[in-house]
């Protein structure tokens, strides 16, 4: 299991000076990460997945899983995970990862952008941490560039959760690297996986939450989880996680063996469907409380509903998958399912 690693404790630890969960009257700065950055750097959380030639600490795609699944887990925004998987995707094109926090861009989001004779043009649209990374990863038909953000213009925005997605208007902005190693499909998926491992990782809390208050809230002089629908509605939601769980982990051991592609579409269905089914069921037992600034649950609900949306949503992942199965070459849809 992901808490059982060791990298995942640490990442508790390291991260819990931002974190925002139970800290309702000090609530951390929402930049107080920054300060926090060369500590995560120091002690390798931030390329937990990169050899170390390459800039890395050496360690392993479970690392990696782990270090996002810590970051969401607590509530601590900031660019952690979109470092870690920028900067194994710059390793798998062979480059030596730069310092500092990076971001990368879903292919949806650089649509507009023109590169000409090595120089960028266009806007690229929700850019994670925008204003406050200093490279990005962008997927564009010639392959993956690297592009410094210093200079260009950035008009600033947030997701459901309140996290920075910006805009930025690039003009005749110089590459610093372009690579055809790696495509702009393995940059949704890469992507797709990681907000999947955050989304799983909200709705575990999510639960815990729903299922901590349904055992000392008490309706009709009985606690809440006495009530059989409120079981089946908890068991529900929890049989749904531990499916995404398991996708999850395959989909990661997949990643390390090669193409995993039928794996994180399968995994991002699952998370999508099972942090919807989380989020819904803690809100309902909680009822009003639930929405309370004061209170925990809106910290992990609004972030499973931002991050169902981003790298693809719930329809584009199963339509894409069902496509898989129909070329399937077997014809066999249960081999494609087991094998």
């Known amino acids: 299991m992901i808490e059982d690693s060791p990298v995942h404790a640490s990442a508790l630890r390291a991260l819990a000076p931002i974190s925002t969960i139970g800290k309702a009257s000090d609530m951390p700065a929402a930049d107080a990460w920054i300060e926090l950055w060369p500590a995560l750097e120091r002690d390798g959380f931030t390329l937990p997945a990169v050899s170390a030639d390459l800039g890395g600490t050496g360690g392993e795609l479970q690392d990696e899983l ?9 509530a601590a925004r900031c660019p952690l995970p979109e470092t870690a998987v920028a900067g194994a995707l710059l390793a798998m094109a062979g480059h030596t990862v730069p310092t500092g926090p990076l971001t990368l861009v879903p ?3 650089c ?18 941490w925008a204003a406050h990374v200093g490279l990005a990863l962008l997927p564009l038909s010639q ?7 210093e200079g260009c213009l950035i008009e600033a925005g947030r997701n459901l959760a309140g996290e920075p997605r910006g805009s930025v208007r690039f003009h005749q902005q110089r590459l610093l690297a372009l690579s055809t190693e790696v495509s702009a499909d393995e940059v949704l998926l890469r992507g797709a996986l990681m907000r999947s491992v955050q989304i799983c990782a909200a709705a575990e809390q999510a639960l815990k939450l729903a299922i901590g208050h349904t055992t000392t809230r008490k309706q009709f002089g009985k606690p809440l989880a006495s009530f059989q629908a409120v079981q089946h509605q ?7 996680l531990a499916a995404a ?18 794996e ?13 089914d989380c989020a819904a069921v803690a809100h309902q037992v909680h ?22 949306a981003e790298f693809g949503p719930l329809a584009y992942w199963a339509e894409r998958l069902g496509a898989q199965a129909g070329a399937s070459p077997s014809g066999d849809l249960w081999q494609f399912i087991t094998s």
């Open 234 to 240: 908890i068991a529900g939601a929890a049989s749904k």
């Open 287 to 308: 009822g009003a409380m639930g929405y309370a600034w004061e209170y925990d649950l809106h910290r992990h609900t609004s972030a499973i509903q931002a991050w169902r």
């Open 107 to 109: 292919p949806a989001g």
């Open 264 to 276: 994180i579409a399968a995994a991002r269905i699952n998370a999508c469907l099972a942090g919807g």
């Open 143 to 149: 392959g993956l560039a690297l592009v410094s953000l």
């Open 66 to 74: 782990a270090v996002i699944h810590a970051c969401a887990a607590v």
């Open 111 to 128: 649509a507009s952008l023109v590169l000409t004779d090595g120089l960028l043009d266009g806007v690229a649209m929700g850019v994670p």
């Open 245 to 262: 769980r398991i996708l999850l982990d395959a989909a990661y051991d997949a990643l390390a063996s090669g193409d995993a592609s039928r």
